[in-house]
């Protein structure tokens, strides 16, 4: 699976819009973009997943490049509640299990 | 949504003992389920992958004879940590895929903090 590469923090002021980077360069056609976080002392929790369009849910948008190779997470109006640590994982479908190879992720502080 | 629970959230054992965690999917069937192991201040460092009815296939370097995973429910998967030591001590997550179609999304447990004193 393709390495990812995330800046290792983040502030955002409450309300505001929570811009989370990834750069994922050797990506294969066939990998999907993933993303996850993780709150203080609890499993990860699941966000979104994009293989080349954009994608909205109720928690966030994601935004893939058209060369696929970054991605951004945009959670629009950050609460207290999002303070977590951010992973961004690329992996195949169901290659080798479907497992997630977590990198060291993005821990983003949400202040009022 | 797919729930995953783990037992028990927290356990305190003495060194030299084995400490049993059980990992279950409350509302969905997983042939596939994967433990996790985090030190504080770190990632999730992947251990196994636990295969209902088979044996469990262990990531390089994590011992399988220290870390017994049995997975013999489409339900239930069990990590058993064998003659723990305080260096064991961690926070242990499991993960299980819903095989439903269409659901390729992985659900985590809550976690189990093992301390080893």
């Known amino acids: 699976d393709a390495k990812t590469t995330q800046p290792p923090s983040m502030d955002c002021a409450e309300g505001r819009a929570a811009n989370l980077p990834c750069n994922h360069s050797?990506?294969?056609?066939?990998?999907?973009v993933y993303w996850y976080r993780q709150i203080h002392s609890q499993g990860p929790q699941y966000i979104i997943h994009g293989l080349k369009n954009n994608e909205t849910n109720e928690m966030a948008s994601l935004i893939i490049t058209e060369d696929r190779k970054s991605s951004t997470l945009i959670l629009p109006h950050a609460t207290l509640r999002d303070t977590a640590v951010y992973y961004c994982?690329?992996?195949?479908?169901?290659?080798?299990?479907?497992?997630?190879?977590f990198g060291q992720g993005t821990e983003l502080s949400v202040k009022p | 949504g797919a729930v995953v629970s783990q037992h028990p959230s927290w356990v305190i054992c003495k060194s030299g003992t084995s400490v049993k965690i059980e990992c279950r999917s409350l509302?969905?069937?997983?042939?596939?389920m994967f433990w996790y192991r985090q030190f504080p201040k770190q990632s999730l460092m992947l251990m196994a992958t636990s295969n209902e009815g088979s044996k469990a296939t262990y990531e390089q370097g994590v011992e399988k004879d220290k870390f017994l995973i049995n997975h013999a429910s489409l339900t239930l998967s069990t990590l058993t940590v064998t003659s723990a030591h305080p260096e064991d001590s961690s926070f242990y997550i499991c993960s299980a895929r819903d095989g439903r179609a269409g659901a390729n999304v992985l659900t985590f447990g809550a976690g189990s903090r093992l301390t080893v004193l």
């Open positions: 994982i690329v992996r195949v479908g169901h290659n080798q299990g479907g497992k997630l190879i």
């Open positions: 509302d969905f069937q997983a042939t596939t």
């Open positions: 050797t990506i294969s056609g066939n990998e999907y």
